[in-house]
């Protein structure tokens, strides 16, 4: 009797340690196994992000620094409006004018576009806008040939606002014996740059 006795509590003892301590260990290593396996998909799709980086780097490597150089002109990834207003006087400079009252303002549509982007989401819009204006004093000979080099600079730039005055003067013309009217120009530009 007393094996009888010493057999059930053994049973109900192991029975006892199966359920209470047995099971739930199992079913943490089967928690922990699922979280290991994701951890693995993860190292993977990190180890396959880094091959991909390498190989994006190995071809940013090949191109030409100054054609790099170029595309960062074009289109560049912050603002720098002392420098784009400095190459802008540069090109002024070069037909014998100066930038004058120059106003730098931030993307113009961005307040009235507020309510709308608050309204449906938020913009996707890769790239933001800067509008510079300012006056030059010249021929309309000397302005044409300004805005010419404008338009082949590498920046991008749009001609947004463009006002014309006489500036009351003359100016001899670059062969020395006509004179040519002098205008006061008053120019607004928009150029961009990347988010």
């Known amino acids: 009797m007393v094996r009888v006795i010493i057999s059930a509590v053994a049973l109900i003892l192991s029975g006892a340690i199966f359920f209470f301590y047995t099971q739930p260990t199992y079913d943490n290593t089967q928690v922990i196994r699922a979280q290991i396996s994701e951890y693995d998909t993860a190292l993977e799709k990190a ?32 603002v720098d409006n002392i420098r784009l207003i400095l190459d802008m006087d540069g090109m ?10 120059v106003d730098v303002s931030g993307n113009a549509t961005k307040g009235q576009n507020q309510q709308t982007v608050a309204t449906i989401g938020s913009s996707n819009q890769k790239y933001d806008m800067l509008t510079i204006k300012f006056d030059v004093d010249s021929t309309y000979q ?11 600079s590498l920046r991008i730039v749009d001609l947004v606002s463009l006002s014309i005055q006489p500036a009351g003067g003359n100016r001899v013309s670059q062969d020395g014996v006509t004179p040519e009217s002098v205008y006061h120009f008053g120019i607004g530009l928009r150029t961009y740059w990347l988010k």
């Open 92 to 101: 002024a400079s070069t037909y014998g004018m100066t930038l004058s009252n």
């Open 47 to 78: 180890a396959q992000l880094q091959q991909l980086k390498q190989q994006l780097i190995s071809k940013y490597n090949v191109f030409n620094p100054q054609d790099l150089d170029r595309i960062q002109k074009m289109l560049p990834d912050h």
């Open 142 to 152: 000397d302005f044409q040939k300004f805005l010419g080099d404008l338009q082949a």
